[in-house]
């Protein structure tokens, strides 16, 4: 059974900084694409940071410069890096997995206050 599991969302100042963590299992995650996306409130589902199995990392317009994606293979866990956070990052973040099949994490919230 593939799970994926998020953590490290809180409330956090505006300009603050926050590593949101998916451990993954039943799955490798070298193996993967590995995606970040978040909903805000009222808004559609934003693709925020991928991280292809074999190449480097990509993001949106919006995070480009204070958000981070990487994989850490022996915890088989992928992080998000998030700083300089403003309120229009607030949003459920969700981890996503993409090869052959793909999955969907829970989500964790995050909340910016200004």
């Known amino acids: 059974q593939v799970q994926l599991v998020e953590s490290g969302g809180g409330l956090v100042q505006a300009g603050g900084s926050l590593r949101l963590s998916c451990a993954a299992s039943?799955?490798?995650?070298?193996?993967?694409?590995m995606n970040w996306y978040r909903r805000a409130p009222g808004k559609e589902r934003e693709l925020v940071a991928g991280?292809?199995?074999?190449?480097?990392?990509a993001y949106a317009d919006s995070v480009r410069g204070r958000f981070t994606v990487s994989r850490d293979s022996a915890k088989n866990t992928v992080y998000l890096q998030m700083n300089n956070l403003k309120p229009e990052d607030t949003a459920v973040y969700y981890c996503?997995?993409?090869?052959?099949?793909?999955?969907w994490g829970q989500g964790t919230q995050v909340t910016v206050s200004s």
């Open positions: 996503y997995a993409r090869w052959l099949l793909d999955y």
């Open positions: 039943g799955i490798t995650v070298s193996d993967y694409t």
């Open positions: 991280l292809p199995a074999d190449t480097g990392p």
